[in-house]
């Protein structure tokens, strides 16, 4: 069986994320009790098949009870069952804008006598050992719906017990550096299509941008500098025993540069037979 433990702050996207694997055809139970687990998968093992795929959402909605998580994921680690833990993350200002839109009540409210910033706060310190153990975690901050489908698909597409899974993601400084990217590469540093007016509106994507950026040795010289580093390190990622890896690029818009350096490590990757998806988080801003 695949286990998947689901956790994370409420409002950063467990819902969307749990609809995603449901199209994955793993069957999702939100909320289950932590102690409960181990009797669970005790049942589960016993009564479905080797392949079954199951993902189980547990956050601060268990109060107290959220303690007893770890106790759980012990017990069924000394059985021998693999598992993965994702974690969905947000700044805290997006949390509390999304709050303020759907007007719903944040799980900790009451306790913090209705204070939004304070509960985020409160869970915040709560969740933080389950996140120190994710293998991967996911900041949908500046993440719309179909990015957070796109990067959930990319991980568990396949076995989640198997395989590091490669995302190349390009975006804009201007709208956030992404808070789950293992690597940074700024590559502000080359020509900017942006100021050739032909170029302004197009993206990393179009071949006209591709010929501008490929033109500047120091572009070549710097995408190879970059691939190196990439094909000595994934080696050592996978011998760590990594689940995921996201390596960014950055430019000033995530529109040119960026799209592009991303667009071709990300097809050098899966020449080479790894697992990667690419992402353009702020190419259509």
């Not at 449901?22 to 939100?30: A, R, V, Y």
């Not at 009564?47 to 199951?54: C, L, R």
């Not at 818009?253 to 097809?267: E, I, P, T």
Request: with cysteine.
């Amino acid at each position: 069986m695949q286990l998947l433990i689901v956790t994370g702050l409420s409002g950063a996207g467990k819902s969307s994320a749990v609809r995603v694997l449901e199209d994955l055809e793993f069957f999702c139970i939100d909320n289950m009790p932590p102690n409960l687990i181990p009797d669970f998968v005790s049942l589960v093992q016993k009564s479905s098949d080797d392949n079954q795929k199951f993902a189980i959402v547990v956050d601060a909605r268990a109060g107290k009870a959220f303690s007893q998580l770890f106790d759980s994921l012990n017990t069924i680690k000394s059985r021998g069952i693999d598992y993965k833990i994702i974690f969905l993350d947000a700044e805290n200002s997006v949390l509390l804008k999304r709050y303020k839109e759907t007007r719903r009540k944040h799980p900790l409210a009451e306790k913090y006598k209705s204070s939004t910033n304070e509960a985020i706060d409160a869970e915040r310190l709560i969740l933080s050992p389950i996140k120190d153990m994710a293998d991967y975690i996911v900041d949908t901050s500046n993440t719309d719906l179909q990015t957070l489908r796109q990067r959930i698909k990319a991980l568990f597409y396949a076995d989640v017990s198997k395989t590091l899974k490669i995302t190349c993601l390009s975006f804009g400084f201007k709208y956030g550096i992404p808070a789950d990217a293992d690597i940074v590469f700024d590559v502000r540093c080359l020509p900017n299509p942006f100021y050739v007016s032909d170029l302004k509106n197009k993206t990393g994507m179009d071949q006209e941008v591709v010929d501008f950026i490929w033109q500047f040795d120091q572009s070549k010289q710097l995408y190879q500098k970059i691939q190196d580093l990439i094909d000595f390190s994934i080696p050592l990622y996978q011998k760590e025993g990594k689940s995921g890896l996201v390596i960014a690029f950055g430019c000033t818009g995530g529109k040119h540069r960026s799209v592009y350096f991303a667009r071709k490590l990300c097809k050098h990757l899966q020449d080479n037979d790894y697992v990667c998806t690419l992402i353009n988080r702020d190419i259509l801003k």
